[in-house]
């Protein structure tokens, strides 16, 4: 066995040491991501104005979004660890170096598009190579457990990325944010360089880029389980990445509760989301798991209607923590068997497929978001949002394949 291959861990997830160092890696990327974003954003408003910032955003959102397919085939041909290390590579690099352009002069729009259009094709090609990772760092029996940890390191580094982002933007200025943001990315690399991963045989005779890209999806179109599930994940990410935020924003200032109101209610789901990832990395298995996903669908379903239809905000906040408990428990379900259904050569774009779902679904709502709101209410928004959470819920319980999907057994790898 080579220096690179990881042997079958004896004990959980959460004791392994080389799941930990992967999730270290993790959470510093994350980390690294949400100050870039805040501090891009910051450099923006201060050179451009505020009508400015959806430019630059979107120079860096649309190749991520139009190269994801592509980043997925990256991956599994060249080795979803080799991918993601020179990603880390190259975003500390850029980063840095568009810190001391900042120090050395004013920040310019133009820059900004630059370095974020460089951030958006990398992420194209991070993105599934990380989710391609952790069957080769542990067994499949720990899939659960390791998606547990990876939800409970994305919420903790929600939370304290906005708070340093914002001291180190205050302290010094975007050019900090920007170097802070760096070594996150150099902290996330050294430690990725550490972690041990099991090689996969690969296809004796290789296909072109656009050959693998369509075998890729023909294996997705006939599997029987990950065709469905694909299109559950779709289906009940498409609000919950991002619509139902802006959704707590109009819903708070229709009922008079404010900007403190919608804090709370913000809060409240992301405690339940932590809740669940919790509960997920330490819980020994979930049996039924497609049946599992399904029922929490279903109970996040009616916590978004019932959350438009909340008579205050006390209740407001019991339904954000219950949608933010059951649609945390899905997600990281759907994350575990997707990577224990999924066949180690084509993870990557498997992979690629399922965040081309949630992050290009999302956006098609946020224009509708405000229309409906404006025509119909919140109350009518998350109704909707209600509706799509159950259909997604009602094809987890229809295809048999899914309904009885199953997580390996601890010790069955």
Do not use: K
């Amino acid at each position: 066995m080579s220096a690179q291959d990881v042997a079958v861990p004896a004990r959980p997830a959460y004791r392994d040491a080389n799941v930990l160092r992967w999730l270290t890696a993790y959470t510093a990327s994350v980390a690294g991501d949400v100050v870039f974003f805040l501090a891009l954003s910051w450099a923006a408003t201060c050179a451009g104005g505020p009508s400015q910032v959806g430019l630059v955003i979107a120079a860096g959102a649309v190749p991520r979004a139009v190269l994801m397919l592509g980043g997925g085939v990256v991956a599994d041909r060249f080795g979803p660890r080799r991918v993601a290390v020179l990603s880390d590579g190259v975003r500390c690099v850029v980063i840095l170096l568009a810190a001391a352009a900042l120090a050395l002069a004013p920040a310019h729009l133009w820059l900004l598009a630059l370095v974020a259009l460089i951030f958006g094709v990398v992420d194209a090609v991070f993105m599934p190579a990380v989710g391609a990772l952790p069957p080769r760092i542990t067994t499949a029996d720990q899939l659960a457990r390791v998606q547990g940890m990876r939800g409970l390191s994305i919420r903790l580094s929600n939370a304290v990325g906005p708070l340093v982002a914002g001291a180190v933007l205050v302290a010094g200025g975007a050019e900090g944010a920007f170097a802070v943001a760096g070594v996150l990315f150099a902290v996330s690399l050294a430690t990725l360089l550490t972690v041990r991963v099991t090689p996969v045989a690969g296809p004796s005779q290789r296909d072109s880029a656009r050959g693998e890209l369509r075998d890729g999806l023909r294996y997705v179109r006939r599997h029987r389980l990950l065709a469905p599930l694909v299109v559950v994940i779709g289906l009940s990410e498409m609000c919950f990445s991002g619509p139902v935020a802006t959704g707590l924003v109009l819903l708070a200032d229709e009922r008079g509760w404010g900007a403190v109101g919608m804090g709370w209610v913000a809060s409240a789901f992301s405690v339940g989301a932590t809740a669940s990832a919790l509960l997920l990395t330490v819980a020994p298995r979930v049996p039924r798991a497609g049946a599992a996903m399904a029922a929490a669908l279903l109970v996040t379903a009616a916590g978004a209607v019932g959350l438009g239809q909340a008579p205050s905000l006390t209740v407001a906040v019991a339904f954000g923590a219950l949608i933010g408990l059951t649609s945390g428990f899905a997600t990281t379900l759907t994350g575990a068997l997707v990577q224990t259904a999924t066949d180690p050569r084509y993870l990557g774009r498997v992979t690629s497929v399922t965040t081309l779902c949630t992050l290009g679904l999302a956006p098609v709502l946020f224009p509708a978001v405000g229309i409906t709101v404006e025509l119909w209410g919140a109350a009518t928004f998350f109704a909707g949002c209600g509706a799509i959470c159950l259909l997604a819920a009602a094809l987890g319980l229809a295809v048999p394949a899914l309904r009885r999907a199953e997580l390996p057994e601890l010790g069955s790898a």
